[in-house]
């Protein structure tokens, strides 16, 4: 199965929304605490014995820590960065024009960044500073930003079909729930007894979202109804550092963890987890599921490396 060796630790992968056969990691250095940061477009081979191939990369002073691809142009990238800035990168253009834009408004280190996927033309990051921040992509300066939560903010996440809806995970084990219309969180979901490390929508219930945390659990909540979760996913070994819905199967997630694995769960049975992949050796904190392609999945941690394969086979085999 493809695979390619970063020279920092990975940190966020994702599939581009425009070719099948094309992805972007973020890397941060000496485990992002202090260092530098790369970004890497990679291209999958036709023969999926291959490796992955570098079509460029773009070096930072500060880690990456997450990135999204736009949803309207092709060859643009947004990154979330450690000294608290969000970088734009145009994929089409040399690293000397790159970035085509540094947004420096968070106080502290932005570690999410979700593009609107029905607008279209615009962003949300979330920082370590305790906001999330609305963006577009014609402003210089953010649009508004959104103080409630008392702790870091890990994860913001646009509803798939709510245009002006999304929701955070926070560090003080809260989800809230925007409307960007509204002046205030319009719900808050006291979803677990530590911190909750991300959240994501359902792509074809847009009432249900997912939440991962570091007791190890993932929980998924029906927002109309949130006292109780509708589902508790258990079976990692340590904190959940990230939770994806399948873009193709309404009852299909991926998550992974601080226990070096990558696991694939169905929420809807009793014997929720059908995929569990061991091929890291340091703490998997990176993972995606092609939109393009029905159960290709990728994956980045600690171990500098990324993995490229399809939900059923062994990511490490030749």
């Known amino acids: 199965m493809p695979v390619f060796k970063t020279p920092f630790n990975g940190y966020s992968v994702k599939f581009s929304p425009f070719y099948e ?19 890497h ?4 081979s036709p023969a999926p014995s291959s490796p992955l191939t570098e079509l460029i990369s773009f070096d930072t002073a500060d880690g990456i820590y997450d990135l999204a691809w736009s949803e309207s142009h092709d060859s643009l990238l947004i990154t979330a960065v450690a000294d608290g800035s969000v970088k734009l990168y145009d994929t089409a253009l040399p690293p000397t024009q790159n970035p085509l834009r ?10 999410s960044v979700d593009y609107n996927p029905t607008r279209r033309d615009s962003f949300i990051t979330a920082s370590w ?12 300066a953010s649009i508004r930003t ?17 245009t002006d809806v999304f929701a955070s995970a926070s560090g003080d084990c809260t989800v809230r729930i925007w409307d960007v219309r509204e002046p205030g969180s319009t719900m808050i979901i006291p979803g677990h007894d530590f911190e909750i490390l991300c959240c994501d ?19 998924v909540w029906d927002v109309r109804s949130f006292r109780a979760p509708i589902s508790v996913l258990n079976g990692h070994g340590y904190a959940v550092r990230k939770v994806k819905f399948s873009p193709h199967h309404r009852n299909l997630m991926v998550s992974c963890s601080y226990d070096m ?3 694939m769960w169905d929420f809807m049975v009793e014997d929720a987890l059908v995929g569990r992949y061991d091929h890291h050796t340091e703490f998997a904190v990176g ?32």
């Open 21 to 39: 056969s094309r992805l972007a990691v973020a890397t941060a250095q000496n485990f992002g605490i202090l260092g530098n940061g790369r970004l």
């Open 41 to 44: 477009v990679l291209s999958l």
């Open 102 to 111: 540094s947004l420096q408004e968070h106080t502290r280190e932005v570690h």
């Open 129 to 140: 500073d305790d906001t999330i921040k609305l963006w577009t992509l014609d402003r210089p």
């Open 146 to 162: 959104f103080k409630e939560h008392t702790y870091c903010v890990y994860s913001a996440a646009w509803n798939p079909r709510h």
């Open 201 to 219: 929508w359902n792509k074809y219930d847009d009432c249900i979202i997912a939440t991962a945390s570091v007791d190890k659990s993932i929980k």
């Open 261 to 263: 694995s990558v696991c």
């Open 287 to 318: 993972v995606d599921m092609s939109v393009l392609v029905d159960g290709l999945m990728a994956s980045t941690g600690w171990d500098e490396l990324v993995y490229v394969w399809q939900h059923g086979t062994d990511p490490r085999a030749p």
